[in-house]
């Protein structure tokens, strides 16, 4: 079963620029999730999609990021524009179900450094 | 009081030993837990779930003491290779996982 995909891995960006994460959940995974996850910290939910409809944004900073998932499989995060407290890694997961009894599985991560 | 809260360490233990992490949260309705291993530079990848009746797998059990509000994940017989972060993750009345930020071990020879 292939994974999660994710691109690209890494991106360095001025702040004030704009960027754009891609990824691709497990075929058939309903659910999909972007997390930001700080040096030391756990992962954080942004966003969490059902389908191609949002399920939970409440953590996500609208002035500055946006998420969709047109068609109900591969999903974009957007940061525009950036700021220095952003650099972090941008993971994307996704489940079979409504994510309060699956485990997820991870891509690898977008890694953004914001200078 | 946090969501959810882990001591991060780090547990510097030798190999063969056997070693204790807790992971405590404040919502009494959480229903789901797992516990995630996360290598350095890596994404975390699920290491097992956690039930009512504790769950065991190989070297690794976890438990849940409701009343007290934590979950637990005891390493036996700790390998070089167990070095890592190990967040847990819950639901705390949101619809997906919340995680914590990690404990992190380390296995010395």
């Known amino acids: 079963e292939a994974g999660v995909a994710q691109s690209p891995r890494y991106k360095i960006i001025e702040k004030r620029q704009s960027v754009a994460f891609w990824c691709n959940p497990i075929s058939g995974h309903a659910t999909l999730y972007w997390y930001q996850q700080i040096l030391g910290q756990g992962p954080k939910l942004l966003i969490q999609?059902?389908?191609?409809?949002?399920?939970?944004d409440s953590q996500l900073p609208k002035d500055r990021f946006s998420a969709e998932r047109l068609k109900g499989v591969d999903s974009t995060l957007k940061i525009q524009p950036a700021k220095l407290e952003d650099s972090a890694v941008y993971l994307c997961?996704?489940?079979?179900?409504?994510?309060?009894?699956?485990?997820?599985?991870f891509g690898s991560g977008t890694r953004l450094t914001v200078v | 009081r946090k969501e959810v809260e882990q001591d991060p360490g780090p547990f510097n233990v030798p190999e063969g030993a056997t070693v204790a992490f807790n992971c405590t949260y404040s919502?009494?309705?959480?229903?789901?837990f797992f516990w995630y291993r996360q290598d350095c530079r890596k994404e975390p990848k699920l290491l097992m779930s956690v039930y009512s009746s504790g769950n065991e797998d190989g070297r690794f059990t976890a438990q849940l003491n409701r009343a007290s509000q934590y979950i637990s994940l005891l390493i036996r017989d700790s390998k070089l290779s167990d070095s890592a972060t190990y967040l847990c993750a819950l639901d705390t009345g949101r619809r997906a996982l919340t995680f914590g930020s990690g404990t992190r071990l380390q296995v010395q020879p």
């Open positions: 999609f059902q389908n191609n409809g949002v399920v939970d």
């Open positions: 997961a996704s489940s079979p179900g409504q994510g309060r009894n699956y485990g997820y599985t």
């Open positions: 919502n009494s309705a959480s229903q789901s």
